[in-house]
């Protein structure tokens, strides 16, 4: 494990943030082009680096350990909503912020930052496992996530909004790796290339969307301050004390422990320029846990070593 490469990935990620912000303030883009790119990321490279990652999985992967991964993070979805509101109970949020904030503990940042990170801890390789609790991730995202950030709460979940890019390339994805099939080289191709552009955007979006709010009330959000701790340290250690009596396997048990481990989920502040939720909220408590990531996550990664 590199710690530095840890870092620096992360440091990378925060300079993209950077080009977002300059460039909403410096009018290089208009007030509308966060939003319109949060669509794009959602609708279109999201979707596509699902695809992409799923189409390229190796073969010679241990059938046990991928049940293993679904099996767990199933149950990591079906759990987290009931502790995401004991969370924000016991930090006396706001009842119109509970839902912001369930959300941004349910959800955290798998794909546009857990991707990249994972890698530069265990290798390529675990990006697959990474994946398959990206599926997971995806599919109660596009549900019970747009009930929670959508004023209309389940009437949001009529069959159009329930058949998304997001939910339709999960199952996809899904069914791509339950028979095994293969795309043609061009076309994974094309979809990795335009899957890769996830990453960059969403941090450009994040930066647009900070623009927006001084940065002074990013740090004068008190009420973050002991959530970062509860979300990237305690329940990271918790999760790490029951599995690793349930996960025989260390390598395995590192990438769960670790996505755990993510700060917010950049689909946070995607999905409230989408459903005009608090995106101010979101876009803090993206950056804050971000921010605090650049030491949390070296530390539990030190913790698996």
């Not at 991928?66 to 759990?79: E, P, R, S």
């Not at 016991?90 to 349910?106: A, F, G, N, S, W």
């Not at 930066?207 to 008190?222: K, Q």
Request: charged share 10%; proline share 4%.
């Amino acid at each position: 494990m590199d710690i530095k490469l840890v870092i620096s990935q992360m440091v990378e990620l925060f300079l993209i943030l950077a080009l977002g912000y300059i460039a909403a303030k410096k009018k290089v883009v208009g007030p509308k082009f966060g939003t319109q790119l949060s669509n794009f990321i959602l609708s279109i490279t999201l979707p596509c680096m699902m695809l992409a990652s799923v189409a390229t999985m190796p073969e010679d992967t241990d059938n046990n350990n991928v049940l293993m991964m679904f099996v767990i993070a199933i149950l990591f979805y079906v759990v987290m909503p009931f502790i995401a509101y004991f969370i924000a109970r016991i930090l006396l949020v706001k009842k119109e912020d509970r839902h912001m904030y369930m959300y941004m503990t349910i959800w955290s940042n798998v794909g546009f930052m857990g991707f990249p990170v994972i890698a530069s801890i265990f290798g390529e390789g675990a990006i697959f496992y990474a994946t398959i609790f990206n599926l997971i991730f995806n599919v109660s995202n596009f549900t019970l996530g747009i009930m929670l950030m959508s004023k209309e709460g389940r009437k949001a979940l009529d069959f159009k909004k329930f058949l998304s890019p997001g939910i339709v390339s999960s199952i996809a994805a899904v069914i791509m790796f339950s028979i095994h099939l293969k795309l043609p080289a061009l076309l994974n191709d094309t979809l990795k290339t335009v899957g890769d552009t996830t990453t960059p955007l969403a941090m450009v979006v994040i930066g647009i969307a900070l623009s927006g709010i001084t940065v002074r009330s990013v740090f004068t959000e008190f009420r973050l301050y002991p959530y970062v701790i509860i979300k990237q340290i305690l329940l990271p250690l918790m999760a790490w004390a029951i599995l690793k009596n349930v996960i025989v396997n260390p390598y395995l048990l590192g990438i769960v422990i670790v996505i755990i481990a993510m700060p917010v989920a950049t689909s946070s502040v995607l999905f409230a320029n989408r459903y005009e939720n608090n995106v101010a909220l979101a876009t803090k408590g993206v950056f804050l846990t971000t921010l605090a990531s650049v030491v949390t996550i070296p530390m539990i990664s030190f913790l698996l070593m």
